[in-house]
């Protein structure tokens, strides 16, 4: 088939990289130029592990091509995919102008029979207003569909390869057919339902896996007070088939561009019918609190933060992507230094991305896991990346001023704890802190 995706960001990159895996001839757009340059010449803009060798291939192939050209590529498509962004606006609800400009750009561009596809995150009723902004600029005939994406970053190219499932909401039978067909080449679990629940079915399933992050996390601060170790738990838990084992990791909450974001518009749907979804409101204040709960060890295990020196290993908000919107690390950052402290940061690939956030002459932007803890007074480990496990207690006491670790991420086991000589606070696991607190109160100015 010929597609052309709308929007080569981070769902519509992969998603249009990955049917052309499928052997459909595919043309992703985007009106910036820089970008389009960018991959034409080989690059690619988002970290994304596989990412680059499938957009090689393909290129090679003759199956994928990018373009600023929205008309030409539309003209040239049987199904249009619909995936520029949807941020959030000051209200929390999804900002719906880019989907709104692309739907008009595709309907001055008609030239026949179209499929058009919403892969962006829309609020339910979206693709009731996308049909009646192209139906009010074209005389063509058309057919809607809503396919929500499900992919995580970091593993985003094999999501969308091996999917769990496929959703297709369209009340054209034909529609569904044809999207059918593109689709079941990944699976066979495809739900075909109407439009109003496939747009639904997106934001519930975010709000409940962010559900999940929240609840695990207030486990894991009750386990600090009681004295029971959170990953037992959560590993009890997951063996329960009506609970499973995935999104049961504590740590210090979610970020990224889609739990944040969702969360926000699935409270601002509620509120615009007249509900309070008072679960929800609060699954989002837990996650702004356990970012927070480093600060608060951190000031117990030094008495005082300010002129301290804090190393901070991982600014993404998770391994193997360079995403920092809404990394719990910004916040943090930022608590350290209004506090006083010296900040030395290191991520292996998303430090670049975290300057245009936040920089400060107070941060030290380190080249390496090493670099960042010598000297340290302590060290907060922030995301798991699997380089920062390999760098051993032992190794890390000789290279810190004081032994003290705030672990973010639960990385390190009980074993490799028990020998060391930290200060080692985790979450939801008080028994891993080995070493009496006293000894290490006011060891910045004691």
């Not at 896996?209 to 037992?232: H, P, Q, W, Y």
Request: net charge negative; hydrophobic share 40%.
């Amino acid at each position: 088939m010929k597609l052309c995706v709308i929007g080569a960001g981070y769902v519509g990159l992969v998603s249009g990289v990955c049917f052309t895996a499928l052997g459909n001839n595919v043309v992703c757009i985007d009106q910036n130029e820089d970008k389009i340059r960018q991959l034409r010449a080989g690059g690619v803009p988002i970290y994304e592990p596989g990412l680059k060798a499938l957009i090689k291939d393909n290129v090679e192939q003759g199956r994928l091509s990018f373009t600023t050209d929205t008309a030409a590529s539309v003209q040239a498509a049987e199904i249009v995919i619909l995936a520029v962004g949807t941020p959030s606006l000051p209200s929390g609800e999804a900002n719906l102008s880019y989907i709104e400009e692309a739907a008009c750009e595709v309907a001055a561009a008609m030239n026949g029979y179209k499929i058009i596809v919403t892969k962006s995150t829309v609020p339910v009723g979206t693709n009731e207003r996308i049909q009646n902004w192209i139906a009010s600029r074209t005389n063509y005939p058309f057919g809607v569909a809503s396919v929500p994406e499900f992919l995580r970053e970091g593993s985003a190219v094999m999501d969308t390869l091996q999917p769990d499932r496929i959703v297709i909401g369209a009340s054209d039978p034909h529609v569904s057919a044809v999207l059918t067909t593109l689709h079941e080449p990944l699976t066979t679990n495809i739900l075909t339902t109407d439009i109003h629940s496939a747009e639904m079915i997106k934001y519930a399933s975010n709000a409940f896996l962010a559900t999940k992050i929240s609840f695990i996390n207030e486990i894991a601060n009750i386990c600090e007070k009681v004295g029971a170790d959170v990953t037992r738990v959560a590993h009890g838990m997951g063996l329960d088939q009506r609970i499973g084992s995935s999104f049961l990791s504590a740590g210090i909450g979610y970020g990224g561009s889609c739990f944040p974001k969702d969360t926000q518009a699935l409270i601002q749907i509620a509120g615009n019918v007249d509900y309070e979804f008072k679960l929800l409101k609060s699954v989002v204040e837990v996650n702004q609190g356990q970012r927070f709960n480093v600060i608060r060890k951190l000031k117990e295990a030094l008495g005082e933060l300010e002129g301290a020196t804090i190393g901070i290993w991982g600014l993404a908000f998770k391994p193997n992507t360079d995403d920092v919107r809404d990394a719990p690390a910004l916040d943090i950052i930022q608590s350290l230094l209004e506090a006083g402290a010296h900040v030395r940061a290191y991520d292996p690939i998303a430090t670049a991305n975290f300057r245009r956030l936040l920089d400060s002459p107070e941060i030290k932007w380190a080249d390496s896991a090493r670099e960042t803890a010598a000297e340290c007074d302590a060290l907060c480990l922030l995301t798991e990346w699997e380089e920062f496990g390999e760098v051993g207690l032992g190794e890390l006491n000789e290279l810190m001023k004081h032994p003290i670790m705030i672990d973010g991420r639960n990385v390190y086991s009980e074993e490799q704890i028990r020998q060391s000589a930290f200060a080692y606070y985790s979450v939801g696991r008080p028994q891993m802190n080995n070493l009496d607190i006293d000894r290490h109160q006011s060891v910045v100015n004691p």
